[in-house]
Structure formats: structure tokens, C-alpha cells
């Protein structure tokens, strides 16, 4: 009887590998017609696209080891196993009989479940939600008075790998959350692995590493409910920041426009520390990393910030993802602040190992030494975006560190994570984390170890590998630390006294700041503060920003309902840095968001479209067309958009160019339909239209667009309404408008 039933079960196999080889004759009774067409001849994976190139890393393991050095990804055209032998089914288990338990012996089922079961490794515990591009650095060797890293010399080029992030929330957070954001950047110098891990905040809300955890402890979600997701706005937070006044400068960042970016294309980003720089005759230097986006620096309207968290969580990952599949590639300027290495270690009176103080541009300007291009996007989030493994102590000769204490602390952290996240000591085997210089470390073995080494002697000194290998000097290129003098003290747990003043420098901030973004940071805290449930905390907040501002603690202290308090330190007087306002400039549009609406039984509206089509790209936009349904409206013109599926906070700016009528979708129920007074307007396009208007973004019309405009309630003459008779005349203003990033002047100006 047991050979009865394997002969069945055979039978019942070879025929079903038939049947797949051989797909199902059309029509054959039983069989349900397949939802598409199945290939009918096996074929290999699929090429990649241009952009998926695999990350060109060089494997850590030593040439001719027999090792595989290539990137491991799919092969062959057959499904298989894990360990390669190929596979008959992959949807049912391996039962007892049709309707039977399944079989502990099904090794293919175990496999696959198992695989999947440990697919999720821990996610960073800050920086958690980020994403990644690959990219270019082109050194202009302008730093080589300073600096003898072979990157910066004059044209040298590098590969880079950047990841940008949020700190406090979760992996699957939401992207427009008021926060810091990190902007990471691995340079894969000749010399050994450069990473530059900095944030778009110059600052730190602490002086020593020690404090890390109280800070992220009080900024992650309450541990009893786990809520709030990705927010500042909660009870610990602020219990944290209006106790440990050292965080007050960054507070004040956080509080402003740079806490929420309109794109990581357009953020600064800050290595916060004074890192120390060596040139090739061994003469050092201070200096603090800067990074310029061509793009210049733009910020979200808290309520645009807030909408899109529900509209489109990946706005950030998408922007960037987009602009580079585009060809629009997000370019930034790597720029240092020098400053004389002297034994007091300040400039101006500033102290540069306080890593809550920032040196003013206006003092020591920002030179420029390359230019990083991101233009690759990632093939596998997983592999690349999600195992990259940055370190502060990743350093080619020519950089070093100093004493600051948050840097120190970093320096041990960043190697600690990796063995919990990344699962052992190995991560840096991992394609995305190899070295493009050779790599021969004597380390060996341990969880993941990909390399195959030869030799008998991981040891040194040796004789058995003849000595290898090598130590290197300073003429080979070796790392060699800056011999500095450490101060001959008591060891003690205290910060220097320079390390005491919380104030200046965020008034400094503040006082910097054009009135509209003033008046943004009081909404800010007043929003923030208004979260907190207890009193005790919104007042002690109070008392800290009577002492950075009275105009800024007056008004936050209106908006609560609550008395504001006197100043308990003498506030001093500040020179503003005009280098620290967003407003002012004028910036290219590249890679912006331009929405156009258009109807598709309007002619003249396509017509218009048509004529601009040339216009807009030789500007560099990105546009994007929404109409009433999607699809083709006419030849050669598709609509991106619907009114269903647009929002206005997607758009830089907005052109309209027809006023199409209420679409049967336009309200959400039947009775909302008969409650609704008759508009001649899609309500959706006014909404748009009003939005944008609100949020300070160009607008322009023409044609029976105008009516649109009119329904929405803005008009001819109001600031950065453009209507015009040609869509050329009306485009060319709005694109003007937008290398201003808004219309500034529609916000009314309640601070002074
Ligand atoms: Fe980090 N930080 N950090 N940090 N940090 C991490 O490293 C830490 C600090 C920054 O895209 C972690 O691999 C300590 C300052 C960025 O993968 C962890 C201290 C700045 C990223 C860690 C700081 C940063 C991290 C989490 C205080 C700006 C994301 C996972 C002493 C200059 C990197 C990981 C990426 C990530 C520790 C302070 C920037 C735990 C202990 C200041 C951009 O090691």
C-alpha cells in the first residue's frame, strides 16, 4: 500500500511539472483561465534598469581565494532552494494526502517560512526611517592648504553612498514630521571608507554623549501607550528640554522652518563637531563641515507638513527617488569652516567643543571644497538603504577628530549598534559597507563572515606569511593621529565653564530669522507646548524662553493662555547672521513640482499645455497634469493626476488652466451632493487652488482658468496671482515667483 501511495504522489508530481512546462491548453474543461498569461519558456531574472547597477564595492575577500568577490543576487531561471536545487512547487506544502497535516520533512516549506520569519532585522534605534541614493564627489582641492585626503584634491572623483533620515520615529514613520533630519554620506576614498554623519541642524540638544539616551528616551514615544509616533510634541519631550537647558539652541532649530524640509534635496546639512584637518606637511587646523544645496534651503508650512503625513507619508523618499529617476540630480557643495588649531580651542570666544554652539558664517565663512551629485537610486532598499552602516570614526588620513565630548561618545557608539542591528562584527563585509581601498585587517571569523582568508598567521608579528602584512608609514599613505597634547588634569565629571551659556546663541537664532519665520517658530512652541497636557511643563518651557526672547516668550505664552514670565539671566545682545534665514534669495526651480489643471473637454486648456510643454522642461519643472479622469486626454497628453488623486501639497506652484465643472466624484456622499449649494467649479480644483493659496505658492490663469481663481476667491492682484491672456506670459511669472520658494509677503506679519 505505501508504494501504491508514492507511486501516486510521483505520478500526481510529474504531472503537475508537466503541466507547468506544458501550460494548460485554452479551455480545458476544469481549468480556470489564468488572470494573465503565464511566460511559456523559462528565462532568467530580468535585466535591470540603468539606474539599478549594483553598488561598484570591492569585496572585502582577498583576490584568488576561490570566494565568490561578485554581489550575490538571483541566478538561473529556475526557482530554487537555498541551497540551489531547483524547485517543482512553491504553493502547496508537502501533506499526508490531499487534506492531510503537513509533513515535517517538507524541507521547502521549513526554508521558506524560517527565511521569512527572521526577514525583519532591529531597526536603528534613531534614525530609523531614512532613504538612500548613491552618488559622486568631485573634489575642487581647494582644501589642500588644509587638508591632505586625497578625496578633496583637485578633480579627484569618489564614489558616495547618502542616507537621509528623521531621528525619532519608527522605520515606518511618517516623513514630513517636525524633527531633525540626518544626511549621512559615505565617501569611498582610495584611502579607506570616509562617512560624514551629520544632521541639517548645526547643533546638538546635548554637550556629552552621556545625556544621549535621556534626550531620545524623553523624544520617543511615551513607553506605557507608545504614542506619539515621530513627534516632539508630547509630555516627555518637553519635560526633558525645559529641564536641561543645553538643548535650548537646538530646541529653537527644531522649532523653526529647518524642522520641516520641503525636500532633502534642499537641506543644509552640519557635521555639528569641530573635526581636526592635517595637511601634507603635517600642519593641522579646526574646522566644521557644511554641506549647500544647490537648490538652496526650503521649508513645508506646518499645516502643508501636516497634511501630507496623511496624503503621502514617503513624500520625502519619493521626492528624492523622483528628481533623481528624472535626471534632475539633487546636487549639494561640501564646504568647511577653518579655524586656527590653538590649545584653547575657540574662535571669537566660541567655544568649538561645544557642540551646541554654532561659529557664524559672517565670522568665519563657509569655503567650498567639491561637489557631491546624487544620481543612482538604490536596486534594493533592504541591501543598501537599510544595511548601511555609517561610523564618525571612519576617517581617511588628513581628518581627525578633537576632544568634544558628544564626538567622543559618538566615536564608541557607532561601531556598539552595528553588532546587535547588523548581527555581528562583520557588517562592514556587507557590499554596501565594503571599503573600495583593499582591505587586509587580520580580523577573522565571526557571525556572517563572508571571506574565504588564506594564510596561517592572522597574527603579528609573523614569519609564517613572511611578515604580512605590512605595516604602512606616513609616505604610504598611513592613519596616523595627530600627536595631541592632552591636558594634565584630575579626571572629573564636569563640563568646561565656556560649556554654561544656553542663551546667546538661541537668541542669536532667533533674532536672526526674518519676521515670517519668527512667527513660525512662536506658532511652533505654541502648537507644541499647547500638546502637553501638564502645566508645570508648559510654564518652566515659558521661563526658558523668557530667557532666550521676551517678544518670543510673550507671544508662545498668549497662545497657551498662560502669564509670561520675566527673564531670570541678563539677555544679551546679539549681531544677527542673515547667513542663518531661509527668506531673501533667489534659487533654481529644477526638479520643482508645477500642477497644472486642465479639462479635457476644454480644448483651449490643452491647447495651452501643448504650447508650454517646451517651456517647462527647458525650466527644469517637474509637471504634473490633473484632470477630472486619468488616462489620455487627448494625443500624446496623459493626465498624472485626478481630482481624486490630487492634492495641492504636492505642487510648488500651480497653473490653471480651466475651470472645469463638478465631476460626478466631486463630493463624498449623496446627501453632502444635495446639501451643497450649486458651484459651477469642481470643488476639488477650488480647494487646490485655495490651498495653494494659503501656503503662499505662485498661482497663475489663464483662459476660463480665471473663473477657478475667482470661485476660490483670490483675484487678479493679490500677491503671486498671476493671470495673463498666454499661458507663456503667466508660466514665465510663476516660475519667477517660484525661485523665491513662496510669496512671502501673503503671510501676515504678527511679530515685529
Ligand atoms: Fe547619531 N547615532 N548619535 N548623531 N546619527 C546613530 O547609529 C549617537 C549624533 C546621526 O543613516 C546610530 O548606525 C550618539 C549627532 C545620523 O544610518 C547610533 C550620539 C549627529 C545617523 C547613534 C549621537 C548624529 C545617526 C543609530 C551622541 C549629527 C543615521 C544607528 C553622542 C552630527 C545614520 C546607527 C544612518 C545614527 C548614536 C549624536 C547623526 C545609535 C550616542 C550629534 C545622521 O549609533
Redesign the pocket.
Known amino acids: 500500500k505505501p508504494a501504491k501511495v508514492v507511486k501516486e504522489a510521483l505520478d500526481k508530481a510529474v504531472e503537475k511539472v508537466a503541466d507547468l512546462v506544458t501550460p494548460p491548453a485554452p479551455g480545458r474543461p476544469g481549468s480556470a483561465p489564468p488572470p494573465v498569461d503565464p511566460p511559456s519558456e523559462p528565462q532568467g531574472p530580468l535585466p535591470r534598469k540603468p539606474d539599478q547597477a549594483s553598488p561598484a564595492t570591492l569585496s572585502a575577500t582577498g583576490a584568488g581565494t576561490g570566494a565568490a568577490a561578485d554581489v550575490r543576487e538571483q541566478q538561473g531561471e529556475y526557482l530554487t532552494t537555498a541551497q540551489g536545487a531547483r524547485l517543482y512547487d512553491t504553493d502547496h506544502s508537502l501533506k499526508a494526502g490531499e487534506r492531510g497535516p503537513t509533513l515535517l520533512q517538507d524541507h521547502h516549506l521549513r526554508e521558506k517560512i524560517t527565511h521569512f520569519d527572521h526577514e525583519r532585522i532591529p531597526e536603528?534605534?534613531?534614525?530609523a526611517r531614512?532613504s538612500a541614493a548613491h552618488g559622486v564627489f568631485v573634489g575642487y582641492g581647494t582644501a589642500s592648504q588644509v587638508c591632505k585626503a586625497g578625496f578633496l584634491a583637485e578633480g579627484a572623483t569618489t564614489p558616495v553612498f547618502t542616507?537621509f533620515?528623521t531621528v525619532v520615529g519608527s522605520r515606518g514613520s511618517a516623513d514630513t514630521v517636525r524633527d531633525t533630519r540626518?544626511?549621512?554620506t559615505k565617501f569611498y576614498t582610495d584611502e579607506g571608507t570616509f562617512d560624514l554623519?551629520?544632521?541639517n541642524i548645526p547643533v546638538?540638544f546635548?554637550q556629552d554623549?552621556i545625556k544621549?539616551p535621556d534626550i531620545i528616551h524623553a523624544a520617543k514615544p511615551h513607553p506605557d501607550r507608545e504614542i506619539p509616533q515621530a513627534q516632539s510634541a508630547h509630555d516627555t519631550f518637553w519635560d526633558f528640554v525645559s529641564l536641561h537647558t543645553e538643548a535650548t539652541h537646538h530646541v529653537m532649530w527644531h522649532m523653526s522652518d529647518r524642522g520641516v524640509p520641503r525636500s532633502y534635496r534642499m537641506m543644509e546639512g552640519?557635521?555639528?563637531?569641530t573635526f581636526r584637518l592635517v595637511n601634507a606637511d603635517g600642519v593641522t587646523s579646526l574646522a566644521k563641515f557644511h554641506w549647500k544645496p544647490k537648490l538652496g534651503v526650503h521649508s513645508l508650512l506646518w499645516e502643508e507638513a501636516q497634511l501630507i503625513n496623511g496624503v503621502d507619508p514617503d513624500f520625502h523618499r519619493r521626492d528624492l527617488a523622483d528628481a533623481i529617476e528624472s535626471g534632475a540630480f539633487p546636487q549639494f557643495e561640501l564646504g568647511i569652516q577653518v579655524f586656527p588649531d590653538t590649545p584653547e580651542q575657540t574662535f571669537e570666544g566660541i567655544d568649538l567643543l561645544d557642540?551646541t554652539k554654532i561659529v557664524p558664517e559672517e565670522l568665519a565663512p563657509v569655503q567650498a571644497i567639491g561637489m557631491l551629485t546624487l544620481n543612482r537610486n538604490t536596486t534594493n532598499f533592504f541591501a543598501e538603504t537599510e544595511q548601511?552602516?555609517?561610523h564618525v570614526g571612519h576617517l581617511p588620513p588628513g581628518i581627525d577628530v578633537t576632544d568634544d565630548p558628544?564626538l567622543q561618545?559618538?566615536l564608541f557608539?557607532?561601531l556598539d549598534?552595528?553588532l546587535s542591528?547588523l548581527g555581528g562584527p562583520n557588517f562592514g563585509q556587507i557590499p554596501i559597507n565594503r571599503p573600495h581601498a583593499p582591505v587586509n585587517d587580520m580580523f577573522r571569523d565571526g557571525f556572517h563572515q563572508h571571506a574565504v582568508h588564506s594564510g596561517v598567521a592572522p597574527y603579528k608579528p609573523n614569519t609564517l606569511d613572511g611578515g604580512c602584512p605590512f605595516m604602512a608609514g606616513a609616505d604610504v599613505g598611513a592613519y596616523i593621529e595627530v600627536p595631541q597634547p592632552v591636558a594634565e588634569s584630575v579626571k572629573r565629571r564636569e563640563s568646561p565653564t565656556s560649556f554654561q551659556d544656553h542663551f546667546t546663541q538661541p537668541r542669536l537664532f532667533y533674532r536672526s530669522l526674518s519676521a515670517v519665520e519668527r512667527e513660525h517658530v512662536v506658532r511652533a512652541f505654541t502648537f507644541e507646548l499647547g500638546k502637553c497636557y501638564e502645566q508645570a511643563i508648559k510654564e518652566r518651557q515659558l521661563r526658558v524662553l523668557a530667557n532666550v526672547d521676551a517678544e518670543l516668550c510673550a507671544l508662545v505664552a498668549q497662545g497657551l493662555g498662560l502669564p509670561a514670565p520675566e527673564a531670570t539671566v541678563p539677555v544679551p545682545e546679539v549681531t544677527p547672521s542673515p547667513a542663518l534665514s531661509q527668506v531673501g534669495q533667489v534659487w533654481p526651480v529644477e526638479g520643482r513640482m508645477i500642477g497644472i489643471v486642465v479639462d479635457a473637454d476644454d480644448p483651449d486648456s490643452l491647447d495651452g499645455l501643448h504650447q508650454l510643454r517646451s517651456t517647462i522642461d527647458a525650466a527644469g519643472l517637474t509637471p504634473l497634469i490633473i484632470a477630472a479622469r486619468g488616462g489620455q486626454l487627448e494625443d500624446g497628453l496623459d493626465a498624472q493626476r485626478t481630482f481624486l488623486t490630487a492634492r495641492s501639497i504636492e505642487f510648488d506652484a500651480l497653473l490653471v488652466a480651466a475651470a472645469p465643472p463638478p465631476a460626478p466624484d466631486a463630493l463624498p456622499n449623496r446627501d453632502a451632493k444635495a446639501a451643497a449649494p450649486a458651484v459651477s467649479v469642481d470643488p476639488r480644483v477650488v480647494l487646490m487652488v485655495q490651498e495653494c493659496f494659503r501656503h503662499a505658492k505662485a498661482i497663475g490663469a489663464w483662459g476660463t482658468g480665471r473663473n477657478a481663481l475667482l470661485e476660490a476667491g483670490c483675484a487678479e492682484g493679490d500677491p503671486g496671482v498671476v493671470v495673463g491672456d498666454t499661458p507663456a506670459e503667466v508660466f514665465g511669472q510663476v516660475v519667477e515667483l517660484l525661485g523665491a520658494h513662496r510669496v512671502w509677503e501673503r503671510f501676515p506679519a504678527t511679530v515685529a
Open positions: 536603528r534605534v534613531v534614525h531614512g542616507r533620515s540626518g544626511f549621512a554623519v551629520a544632521n546638538f546635548i554623549g544621549f552640519f557635521g555639528v563637531h557642540p548601511v552602516a555609517f558628544l561618545a559618538r557608539s557607532y549598534t552595528q542591528r
